[in-house]
């Protein structure tokens, strides 16, 4: 092996390839071709390291320091500066958002430093793909110590006793599922990989496959020995083309070296595994709906029993879980049930990714152990709300899942508190709210989502989100009356209680939840016909403040509508007959002298 | 034209000879359908009917379910489609940071609406419901390209690049 002085690490997920991460390797190429350094540094293309907010990143390797919004004019710089003399490029290091105060390694970072990585423990750090780096790692000695040290008995015991729980929402003991699918009669037997990350506001899974996807083979091949599956599915989101190349390249560098396959290392288990990818339905993340799917026909849900266990892919027993709880698999075995039991919760063991979006300081992918309470999350590691904006609440697990208001900020993140506080862990969204966000348009753009993707098959779903998204839009166009409350939730309770699969099941959740914490907002919109969020523009009224107007003309010219009128210099004047509140002269204005009220 | 003759242009028969492949390498092949539909997909840009029915005919699957499941799945397209796919993302960041105002933009800069297709095959507009970016949002993909931090007035410049 070739030995190098430095690494330079450069981010290649999603996120920081929109932002020009490619052109930034490029140019290093380039570079350090030019000074001669091709020999003695090496350039590798890593996977997601969770801090998108501040893509593209790098990293220097053995300092470790993170440079942030690379661009490629700045990677001249980096290579003199950096690689050539050895000192560090101040301007581009990360700067605390309160302190400003430049922070050169990335583990004194607050949004790394609280973290702690399992799932996500190779993602950023090697180069997907190149099955030897994940095999440096300590890849695949989890495999080869079930293979020739334990018994598949052993192997479900030994995840039974972690506590490891299904990380794709619902929360259901993995071991135990593997027990169930072991023990149901036949020789056949499936093993299925959950890839169709479908939430809004989620991309963990995206992250692992595309970051670390032989952590998923490996967690799925020791599955198959414990369960006794010869064959295996990974149904991955047609959107997510990298993940989908990244898989294949693993798949077949796995193949070659004889950890998957034929005769695995010479054990005589053998185990194939298939990509299948999906074709764009949501409903498609619901077991039963996967499996219609991979079998090639409408992915409708069915009803269970029988579950999966017992009649799955092909009327075969089959198991499923989800991406992030095959790629904690390894590590439980390789550091035993112990080692995994000892972080988190009493009922949920072990950490959880969370994708934090929305108005937060540090957009990015974040993996944290059971019971961390959402103010650590939001504040530390997130960094607080945006500019000086008010935290409202926190929407976790995505469409399925519910708002928490401020007041329940200090709750622990495990699987039983947010069902209590009406919510759900689902597959781990976490989307941060502010004071300009109204509730019942967020309840909305929800229903809006599960209901254009409810498969149709059963009533209460299909018709019952129609209905309930019929009055939100109401509301928020200032047309609701007093019964909408009431009647939103009778037929959020029915939805729940009645419809066939988990979409339907979870789909009321987030207006039952806002109904809960945020009742005041609807009020708002029904008896006062006003949106205290100022987010409903069929409720907003544009005016201009006269005192602080200079008569610029940036909005008279703005306006589509011409419905602005006034003369140069003067204050202007809206027309409220004529405004369709489209907002653009709020943007225009660099006085803040438009008024929503 | 073809090689036998007749009028038929080459590139038809370039891309039926493609359609012929993708059946031999999954015939046999249990669960096939949506990969087939995929590929066929990939040769037309589209499914056009005539397709349809010949994955029914070489599959032996009924073509209502042939028809079923290509209508079920969002990535399918029954109708032509524009030479630029400019997708909209409605995701949850990227509504909570303004996606609806972009998507409106987007509507008013193409007069489209949505899953529409400009008269001059030029544009086709869609939704997503999450591309995976959200520390970029609110986020738009044109093609292959996204466009991220966006803001209304950012749009007519990006569009016009693609022709």
Request: hydrophobic share 35%.
């Amino acid at each position: 092996m070739q030995l190098v002085r430095a690494h330079v690490l450069v981010c290649g997920g999603t996120s920081c390839t929109s932002s020009g991460s490619k052109q930034v390797q490029e140019v290093f190429q380039k570079e350090l071709e030019k000074h001669k350094l091709e020999q003695e540094v090496k350039i590798v293309e890593t996977g997601c390291h969770g801090f998108c907010e501040m893509g593209p990143l790098v990293i220097i390797y053995p300092e470790g320091t993170f440079y942030v919004r690379v661009t490629p004019e700045d990677v001249p710089e980096l290579v003199e500066e950096h690689l050539l003399k050895g000192r560090i490029v101040n301007r581009l290091l990360y700067k605390a958002p309160v302190t400003e105060e430049q922070i050169p390694t990335y583990k004194e970072i607050a949004f790394y430093r609280k973290q702690l990585r399992v799932a996500l423990r190779n993602c950023g750090s090697i180069n997907p793909e190149n099955i030897q780096e994940y095999i440096a790692r300590g890849g695949y000695e989890g495999l080869e110590k079930v293979l020739f040290e334990m018994s598949p008995e052993d192997v479900i015991a030994e995840v039974k006793r972690s506590g490891l729980r299904g990380r794709g929402g619902g929360g259901f003991p993995t071991g135990l599922k593997w027990e169930f699918c072991r023990r149901s009669p036949g020789d056949l037997k499936y093993l299925i990989c959950n890839a169709d990350e479908g939430d809004p506001g989620a991309f963990m899974d995206r992250s692992v496959l595309e970051g670390d996807p032989h952590s998923v083979i490996e967690g799925m091949t020791i599955a198959a020995y414990g369960i006794g599956c010869r064959e295996g599915y990974i149904y991955v989101r047609a959107e997510y083309p990298l993940a989908i190349k990244r898989l294949k390249i693993a798949i077949a560098q796995a193949e070659e070296l004889g950890l998957l396959g034929e005769n695995i290392l010479g054990s005589g288990f053998s185990f194939d595994l298939h990509i299948k990818e999906g074709a764009g339905a949501f409903v498609c993340g619901e077991e039963t709906a996967l499996m219609a799917s991979i079998e090639g026909r409408r992915g409708m849900p069915r009803v269970r029993p029988p579950f999966p266990a017992q009649r799955g892919l092909w009327d075969k027993p089959s198991n499923i879980n989800n991406v992030e709880t095959y790629a904690n698999v390894s590590v439980i075995i390789l550091r035993g049930a112990d080692w995994f039991a000892g972080m988190g919760t009493e009922k949920s063991k072990g950490t959880k990714v969370f994708a934090l979006t929305g108005k937060i300081n540090n957009t990015g992918l974040v993996e944290v152990p059971m019971g961390i309470t959402l103010r650590e999350i939001i504040f530390e590691i997130g960094g607080g709300i945006v500019g000086d904006k008010q935290f409202k609440g926190v929407q976790i697990g995505g469409p399925s899942g519910g708002c928490i208001p401020v007041e329940l900020i200090d709750t622990p993140i495990d699987y039983e508190s947010l069902i209590a506080a009406g919510a759900m862990m689902g597959s781990g969204g976490l989307v941060v709210m502010d004071e300009t966000t109204c509730m019942v348009d967020l309840a909305r753009f929800f229903l809006n989502f599960t209901q254009s993707e409810s498969c149709g098959k059963c009533t209460p779903c299909r018709e019952g989100t129609k209905r309930m998204l019929e009055i939100l839009t109401r509301i928020c166009e200032g047309k609701g009356v007093p019964e909408d409350i009431d009647t939103l939730e009778r037929l959020g309770r029915v939805i729940k209680g009645t419809a066939l699969c988990g979409l339907g099941n979870t789909a009321p959740n987030p207006v039952l939840s806002t109904l809960r914490y945020f009742r005041h907002e609807y009020e708002a919109h029904i008896m006062d016909k006003r949106c205290p969020a100022h987010a409903c523009s069929a409720l907003l009224v544009f005016t201009i403040d006269e005192e602080k107007c200079i008569g610029c003309g940036r909005c008279l010219k703005a306006c589509p509508v011409g419905a602005i009128s006034g003369a140069k210099k003067e204050p202007h004047k809206i027309d409220p007959e004529k405004c369709i509140k489209c907002g653009t002269c709020f943007e225009k204005c660099r006085q803040n002298a438009i008024l929503r009220l | 034209m073809c090689e036998c003759g007749c009028t038929q242009p080459a590139e038809d028969v370039q891309k039926e000879r493609e359609l012929e492949t993708l059946f031999e390498s999954w015939r046999g092949v249990k669960g096939s359908l949506i990969p087939i539909l995929q590929g066929a997909q990939a040769i037309y840009g589209y499914l056009p009917r005539e397709v349809l029915l010949q994955i029914a005919r070489e599959t032996g699957i009924p073509p209502s379910r042939v028809f079923g499941v290509a209508t079920f799945y969002a990535q399918f397209h029954l109708s032509p489609r524009g030479r630029n796919i400019v997708r909209v993302c409605l995701g949850t960041a990227c509504h909570v940071r303004g996606g609806a105002r972009i998507f409106e933009r987007v509507q008013q800069e193409l007069e489209i609406g949505n899953n529409e297709t400009t008269p001059d095959l030029r544009f086709t507009l869609e939704t997503v419901a999450c591309l995976g970016c959200c520390g970029l949002s609110p986020v738009i993909m044109v093609n292959d390209d996204t466009h991220g931090r966006l803001a209304p007035d950012k749009l007519k410049d990006i569009l016009v690049n693609y022709q």
